[in-house]
């Protein structure tokens, strides 16, 4: 009968902090001190989705949000098709014309999205994930290397 060790994702736990920018801010360390890096993971435990939600959702705000959504696609296609014109009148005809479409189009799609919801969610957000906490975790053979690193990270400041 073989026995064996399963090793958790990312090695041994050196390190753990409250933020990401805290864990970042140890490896940076690490780093300075010449440390092989490589051998470093930030994992991040307790995961949580925090939705901001950023204002009302209207007709109005959704034809316009879509029409200036399009507006740059037709400006970015007008531009494209513009480097093919033979004077700057043709020119600027093609770049005019590819925004005017693309602000029509994102306008219409931008509605259609909208009554798609059929009210059921009519307001804008913002979203992201964040951890409860950041572990640096370090392959076995350097960690006893990395916490002592590490604590005298923490006695600095």
Known sequence: MSMSVSMPLGGVQVGSYDSYEQAQAAVDHLSDEKFPVEKVTI???????????TGRLTWGRALAAGAAGGAWWGLFVGLLLGIFSEDGANWFASVLSGLLIGLVFGALFGGMGYAATQGRRDFTSTS???AGRYDVMCEPTRAEEARAALARFSLRG
């Open 128 to 130: 992201r994930i964040t």
């Open 43 to 53: 994992i991040g435990s307790d995961l949580r989705m925090v939705e901001k939600v």
